[in-house]
T-cell receptor
Framework: KNEVEQSPQNLTAQEGEFITINCSYS?????LHWLQQHPGGGIVSLFM???GKKKHGRLIATINIQEKHSSLHITASHPRDSAVYIC????????????????FGKGTKLSVKP | NAGVMQNPRHLVRRRGQEARLRCSPM?????VYWYRQLPEEGLKFMVY????????ESGMPKERFSAEFPKEGPSILRIQQVVRGDSAAYFC???????????????FGPGTRLLVL
């Protein structure tokens, strides 16, 4: 069974700052997910990655499989990035039908001030 | 291509009533997942379904909760005899196949906020 730890729990930044959110998990996985939950409650899947690095606009996600650690970076942060960022991993470490059985971190609440 | 749709978006029930939450997956998606987010808590997996089959219900409470995904129509999460502790946001997600780095992640619906009075 996997456990997921995220840090920090809360993060306040000034517009333009570079932001890093960390996620650690305890068991080997097939892929790790980063999600964004908007203040209104909707959830968007940002990244799913199993190795290396992925980039989408100002968002960058990295993962180190050996260290069981992933980071989400936001460059040139903007108030519209204010949201809760959630890391999630499969409960089980094998490929199979239950890869949607995810364990979620408690989330990092990001507030970007103008 | 419409995204994952859930209805109702908000549902108010009195204790003891039944709640039915509906989820229409994205077009072409045959895999559906239900998650629950209790107030001030993180998301928790409930159940994973494919058309007409429950694949993994390890996160479902043993009593009062059931889920289905019929051949035709939306997936339904049904909560019988609701209690105040059932008040939460219920999210549905869908994927075209087994989630994997080859086929991609799941896509989330907007959620149904259930309030039990």
């Amino acid at each position: 069974k996997n456990e997921v730890e995220q840090s920090p729990q809360n993060l306040t930044a000034q517009e333009g700052e570079f932001i890093t959110i960390n996620c650690s998990y305890s068991v080997g996985i097939s892929a790790l997910h980063w999600l964004q939950q908007h203040p209104g409650g909707g959830i968007v899947s940002l990244f799913m990655l199993s190795s290396g690095k992925k980039k989408h606009g100002r968002l960058i996600a990295t993962i180190n499989i050996q260290e069981k650690h992933s980071s989400l970076h936001i460059t040139a942060s903007h108030p519209r990035d204010s949201a809760v960022y959630i890391c999630a991993v499969p409960r089980f470490s094998w490929y199979g039908g239950s890869q949607g059985n995810l364990i979620f971190g408690k989330g990092t609440k990001l507030s970007v001030k103008p | 291509n419409a995204g994952v749709m859930q209805n109702p978006r908000h549902l108010v029930r009195r204790r003891g009533q039944e709640a039915r939450l509906r989820c229409s997956p994205m077009k072409g998606h045959s895999h559906v997942y239900w998650y629950r987010q209790l107030p001030e808590e993180g998301l928790k997996f409930m159940v994973y379904l494919q058309k007409e089959n429950i694949i993994d219900e390890s996160g479902m409470p043993k009593e009062r909760f059931s889920a289905e995904f019929p051949k035709e129509g939306p997936s339904i999460l049904r909560i019988q005899q609701v209690v105040r502790g059932d008040s939460a946001a219920y999210f549905c997600a869908s994927s075209p196949g087994v989630i994997s780095r080859f086929k991609g992640p799941q896509y989330f619906g907007p959620g149904t906020r259930l309030l039990v009075l």
